[in-house]
């Protein structure tokens, strides 16, 4: 299994930009594909972005696509998320996580999760 530990939270003002790293340790990062998810208070968790173990089409949900961008280092064992032209609605806890099954908008799909990195919006 492989283990997970996210960076970059801060607070930012709306309209700023911010990056996130997930740094990966134990078994192979690069066969993992990789997402992250976001948790707003009293709010569900939810899907952000995706990517491939070979850094191949990512996938973005709606609310981010234009804005955040995901990419991976497979030499580093780090993946990433470029956010940029932050929203309030974007505050939240941002947890990345890795499957070695297929990419899902799920959380359920992942088995690996780290321990979030809070991001906060100022308006």
């Known amino acids: 299994q492989v283990q997970l530990v996210e960076s970059g939270g801060g607070l930012v003002q709306a309209g700023d930009s911010l990056r996130l790293s997930c740094a990966a340790s134990?078994?192979?990062?690069?066969?993992?594909?990789m997402a992250w998810f976001r948790q707003a208070p009293e709010k569900e968790r939810e899907f952000v972005a995706a990517?491939?173990?070979?850094?191949?089409?990512?996938y973005y949900a709606d609310s981010v696509k234009g804005r955040f961008t995901i990419s991976r280092d497979n030499s580093m064992n780090t993946l990433f998320l470029q956010m940029t032209t932050l929203k309030p609605e974007d505050m939240a806890v941002y947890y990345c996580?890795?499957?070695?099954?297929?990419?899902?908008?799920?959380?359920?799909?992942?088995?690996?999760w780290g321990q979030g990195t809070q991001v906060t919006v100022s308006s």
């Open positions: 996580a890795a499957s070695r099954g297929g990419v899902s908008y799920n959380q359920t799909g992942y088995d690996s």
């Open positions: 134990g078994r192979a990062f690069s066969t993992y594909n």
């Open positions: 990517m491939t173990w070979w850094g191949g089409s990512p």
